[in-house]
């Protein structure tokens, strides 16, 4: 029987976390689970139903009410109990951080802005101008309230992560490959790889 494997991934606003997440429990035949979705159930609730593209969402609900302590709490929480039971490819804003001493392996993805802006645009059906303004607010917005919850940057992640991936020039499918090739030779070399 395998042993049971627990992923955490985590990145900049926009570069394809969520994706590679969703794409990596599908290759390894594991759930998913997803602290955005977790947040963006409670948000819509909280924001309505107009529709808005998701990035300007995202940057409605971070600049909003919904952001206290007790309700990040309430996300991390729900994160940190999914990881202990195992067997699940996680990803979140600060899934590194909470999940240091629970997964098996973390993942930190990260690109330039330009380029994540461009995908952005792409995404949500939006000129490239406003997806870049809404994509510095989200990002600002995000790391000022970890800042203030938690005292910490979301970017310092990227030293306490196995893998880290500049996806700026890869495919989702590329950016899987070079996950599953570091864990496959994670038994044999525990030296942290940056790819």
Not at 5 to 26: D, E, Y
Not at 40 to 52: F, M, Q, S, W
Not at 93 to 113: E, G, N, Q, R, T
Request: proline content about 4%; some cysteine.
């Amino acid at each position: 029987m395998a042993k049971p494997l627990t992923i955490a991934v985590s990145g900049m606003p926009g570069a394809g976390s969520s994706t590679t997440a969703k794409m990596l429990a599908k290759r390894l035949k594991l759930p998913h689970f997803s602290s955005g979705d977790f947040v963006k159930g409670i948000a819509a609730k909280a924001l309505g139903k107009k529709k808005v593209p998701e990035t300007e969402r995202a940057l409605k609900m971070w600049k909003s009410d919904l952001q206290t302590v007790e309700f990040n709490k309430k996300v991390d929480d729900a994160m940190v109990e999914r990881a202990r039971q195992g067997n699940v490819v996680i990803d979140g804003k600060l899934a590194i951080h909470f999940l240091k001493d629970i997964a098996d392996y973390s993942v930190w993805l990260k690109c330039p802005m330009k380029v994540r802006a461009k995908r952005v645009a792409e995404r949500d059906g939006i000129p490239y101008e406003k997806a870049l303004k809404v994509t510095e607010q989200k990002e600002a917005a995000e790391r000022s309230n970890f800042k203030k919850f938690y005292g910490i940057d979301t970017f310092d992640q990227e030293a306490d992560a196995n893998l880290v991936v500049d996806t700026s020039k890869l495919s989702p499918e590329e950016i899987i490959g070079r996950i599953e090739s570091a864990l496959a030779a994670r038994k044999h070399d525990h030296v942290r790889k940056f790819m």
